[in-house]
Each structure stands twice: as C-alpha cells, then as structure tokens.
C-alpha cells in the first residue's frame, strides 16, 4: 500500500507544479495584455473592441504570413 499512496503523493505535487506554472503563465499573459493596451492607448492607437479593454488589434505595419504558408505540408 505503500507504493499506492507514493504514487499518488508523486502525482499529487505533480498537479500541484503544473497549476503553479499555468497561474505563472495566466499572470505573465494578463500584464503583457495591460502593458499593450497602456502603450496603445498612450501612443494614440485603437483597441481592437473600440473603447473597452481586451486584446489590442496588431499595429499595422506587422506583417502576418499568409494562411497558406502556416499550414503544415501544404495541407
């Protein structure tokens, strides 16, 4: 029994360090979604929804590859 509840120790801290690393991530994501938006509204550009907050349309002189190339194998 005891390898029973030492896997599921293992697998426990598991879930644990992989919530740890998402909450990480959720929270790099949420401030480079605020940055971009502060420097979009301080250097006069549009939001994607208008006025109100959420993900800022990219500016204009990006270049997105056609859909074309961004399938895999020529799909």
């Not at 949420?30 to 349309?57: D, H, V």
Request: charged fraction near 30%.
């Amino acid at each position: 029994m005891d390898r029973r509840d030492d896997a599921r120790i293992a697998e426990l801290d598991n879930l644990r360090l992989a919530q740890a690393a998402l909450a990480l991530q959720l929270a790099a994501f949420e401030m480079r979604l605020q940055l971009t938006a502060f420097e979009m509204r301080k250097n006069g550009e549009l939001l994607a929804a208008g006025t109100k907050p959420g993900i800022p349309t990219p500016r204009r002189d990006i270049v997105c590859r056609p859909q074309k190339e961004r399938l895999i194998g020529g799909q």
